[in-house]
């Protein structure tokens, strides 16, 4: 299936050759005859219709945002006012939005038009998309296979033709291993350059609001518009935008450019995907980039310090939906204490448990200063480890995940096994910095591989620039 980029589409709608409303349509009709892939929650045709015919009446007058006729979905973690929001979860049953997260109110305020919330893992906890209240989301290229995690519905939401761009999360990987193993390009900032405000916290230090596009100008200029300064945030950036669909460093520049030992050559690594990064830093070689292999003496407690401290914030989080003020209150509760522990145990799920009592653990006052505080400190010492080599590399290459798409049900017995599925991608998250995973070749099985770039605090320019030279290349 051959996609249209966004500044293709509106040539085509500034000349009238195309309607917003003949591509709501359009879109609407793959999700209705796509709906076995389960990529949506919620689908708000008949309001991304109205929306649809007010913006063709604007590009007609010369007066349409920047994101005009852009049709977006959204992660069921953000909040789209009027509209439900559940984190995949029946604790959240019936809640309904109060107010537009800040990036959605971006989109709106371009005239981007919002067709529906997609389905996740719960409240993003996960690496395949089997943990969501609401079923499994398949991989529109395999339905036998799963679409990764967590921001899986809006993964295969953008992989199936379903809405040229979706809006994930990304804690640990969330955004990128989806997309890699759909075949697209996937985009977690760095920590801060878009406000988290009206996002449902998982684990607040690590957030990030991430894009899924097919081509790399889409990705930069949502970025562009959502990210920024917001009143509403007190952790986002005052670093002013760059106008990212612009400034696309030339194809032609050259970089230096570090593998880690460890990540190339590692055991649990697919062997495709080790020869698909083999091949891609030849050609990176051949083309008179600097690539060198390089040791990272703190690899191995990169995923124990994420898990640490990522569960502990989970706990603390999490501790608001407790069935009081809205959400699931279980009809078995006779006092305020069976109040708590009933709707707990039944609005959420077995890994959302496991991971709340695995935070809970690391935060009670025996454990406290043996796991949280040295995590913290591990933390510190990683991000100052990458900023170190950032201060001699443009940027780091690594694999996005160990394995192409894995079956339905392959891991579900084993969560350590799943939790290496994050073995590469937390990294970004851990040291806040931005990192892209692209489509890098095909296994045997015809499966996408990702190749994933991590680059400094705020080089997302930079990041997109050289993801772009690479996928020409490929």
């Known amino acids: 299936m051959q996609f249209l980029s966004y500044p293709q589409i509106r040539k085509q709608l500034d000349e009238g050759q195309l309607t917003c409303l003949e591509l709501v ?47 977006v979905g959204i992660k069921d973690l953000l909040c789209y006012k009027d509209h439900p929001l559940q984190g995949a979860s029946k604790i959240l049953n019936g809640f309904i939005s109060q107010f537009n997260a800040t990036a959605i109110q971006r989109l709106l305020d371009e005239d981007a038009i919002i067709i529906g919330r997609q389905n996740c893992d719960e409240f993003g906890m996960g690496s395949s998309n089997e943990n969501s209240a609401f079923g499994p989301v398949l991989n529109d290229l395999d339905n036998s296979r799963v679409s990764g995690g967590s921001s899986g519905g809006s993964a295969v939401a953008v992989q199936a033709g379903m809405c040229q761009v979706s809006l994930g999360t990304d804690t640990g ?51 562009e518009v959502i990210a920024g300064a917001d009143a509403m945030d007190s952790t986002v950036s005052r670093l002013p935008v760059p106008a990212y669909s612009n400034e696309l460093p030339s194809a032609n520049k050259k970089y230096k450019i570090a593998c880690f030992n460890d990540s190339i050559e590692s055991n649990s690594l697919q062997p495709e995907i ?66 708590y522990k009933k709707t707990r145990s039944e609005g959420f799920g077995k890994e959302v448990q496991r991971r709340i009592l695995l935070g809970t653990f690391v935060l009670s006052a025996s454990y406290y200063d043996a796991y949280y505080t040295q995590a913290q400190k591990v933390r510190r010492m990683i991000r100052n480890k990458m900023k170190e080599i950032f201060s001699l590399y443009d940027f780091i ?8 798409a894995f079956k339905l049900g392959e891991h579900s017995s084993d969560p350590v096994e799943m939790y290496l599925a994050d073995l590469f991608s937390v990294q970004a ?45 490929n």
Do not use: W
Not at 182 to 200: E, Q, V
Not at 283 to 296: A, R
Not at 397 to 404: D, G, I
């Open 25 to 71: 349509k359009n879109h609407l009709a793959v999700i209705e005859r796509k709906s076995n892939l389960n990529a949506f929650l919620s689908i708000y045709g008949d309001k991304a219709i109205e929306q649809a015919k007010l913006i063709d009446e604007k590009i007609k007058n010369r007066k349409a945002g920047k994101l005009a006729g852009l049709v």
């Open 173 to 223: 990987g969330s955004v990128r291993q989806p997309a890699a193993f759909c075949g697209l390009i996937g985009l977690k900032p760095t920590y801060s350059r878009i406000s988290r405000y009206g996002l449902a916290a998982y684990a607040s230090s690590f957030d990030c609001i991430g894009i899924f596009a097919h081509y790399i100008e889409d990705v930069a200029l949502v970025l």
């Open 274 to 339: 080790k020869a698909a990064l083999a091949g891609t830093i030849e050609k990176l070689k051949q083309q008179g980039h600097v690539v060198e292999s390089i040791d990272f003496p703190l690899n191995e407690y990169v995923l124990p310090t994420y898990y640490i401290l990522a569960t502990a914030e989970a706990s603390s989080n999490l501790s608001r939906y407790d069935g009081v003020r809205y959400g699931y209150r279980s009809p078995q509760a006779n006092d305020l204490s069976s109040l």
């Open 397 to 404: 290459l690594m694999p996005t995940s160990p394995t192409t």
């Open 429 to 473: 998250n851990v040291a806040g910095i931005p990192a892209i995973s692209i489509p890098c070749g095909k296994d045997k099985n015809g499966l996408p591989i990702g190749l994933q770039l991590l680059a400094d605090d705020f080089e997302e320019c930079k990041l997109l620039g050289f993801s772009k030279a690479i996928l020409g290349m």
